[in-house]
């Protein structure tokens, strides 16, 4: 558990990285990409369980309040994102049971490889995720949301950054979805995924409260400043704000891979 008496620049610096996490987050996705590594530079001798705990408890408040902000704007699309969600709650929890066994490290490449493929396909064509125009009806549509939320659910319980990205390209690839709609769609299912993975983390005791709590407050101040801007702005800013943030995972994971 985290002192009472954590230094209070360490703090600070948390919670800037939580501000700007719940930003992006609500707009993408992504917000691992800030939280984790700052969580590790402030406490370098925490178990990296408890850091990823930390990360999960805040995140979910911040997500969750996205989550919220969308469904009272978008029309959602619930036949795709309910299944999905349920199947990442279910996968998440063995994601983050895998941790304690599963050295992350052997993932990098592959991660790094995928983000470079999504990457190049939204560039690459332009009128992708412009337009909201569901693909699939019935039994085509909840076996793809099944297998699309499993295996986001067991990739975001064992090591998460990345997710939200990863989940709406997938909206978009596979459903038909628009960048807008795909965003509202993957915050469900990225709480769902939080939900299931603190219930491995907070049980086993891995979690700094306070930390945590500050994280929280942070987090859902930053993604209420997102959702506003997707909101207000549409696909055309998610997409821009989606290739940066992709670009920024593959300097990310390049440098961790060959580093």
């Known amino acids: 558990m985290l002192a009472a008496g954590i230094d209070h620049s360490l703090l600070l ?33 925490e178990l990296p369980a408890t850091l990823f705990g930390t990360n999960k408890f ?15 704007r978008v029309r959602m699309p619930w036949r795709t994102t309910l299944p999905a969600a349920l199947a990442a709650f279910a996968f998440s929890y ?39 125009r569901p693909q699939h009806t019935g039994r085509h549509e909840l076996a793809y949301a099944l297998i699309v939320g499993a295996a986001i659910g067991f990739y975001d319980g064992f090591f998460g950054p990345g997710t939200g990205s990863f989940l709406i390209f997938l ?4 459903f038909g979805f628009d960048f807008l709609h795909a965003s509202a769609a993957s915050k469900v299912v990225n709480v769902a995924t939080n939900v299931a993975a603190l219930g491995f983390f907070i049980p086993h ?8 709590l500050v994280m929280a407050v942070c987090n859902v101040l930053g993604s209420l400043a997102g959702a506003h801007l997707a909101l207000r702005h549409g696909s055309g800013f998610v997409r821009k704000v989606f290739l940066c943030v992709v670009g920024a995972f ?4 390049a440098h961790d891979t060959f580093a």
């Open 13 to 45: 610096v948390l919670a800037g990285a939580a501000l700007f996490a719940g930003f992006i987050d609500a707009v993408v996705g992504g917000g691992g990409l800030i939280q984790i590594p700052a969580l590790f530079t402030a406490l370098p001798n």
């Open 58 to 72: 805040s995140s979910v408040f911040g997500t969750g309040n996205a989550a919220w902000r969308y469904a009272r």
């Open 94 to 132: 063995l994601g983050a049971a895998a941790v304690a066994w599963l050295p992350a490290a052997m993932l990098r490449p592959l991660i790094l490889l995928l983000l470079v493929g999504a990457a190049a396909y939204t560039f690459g064509h332009r009128d992708f995720g412009s337009i909201h």
């Open 171 to 174: 909206f978009i690839r596979f």
């Open 205 to 212: 005791g891995h979690i700094l409260p306070l930390a945590a």
């Open 250 to 253: 593959i300097v990310k994971f």
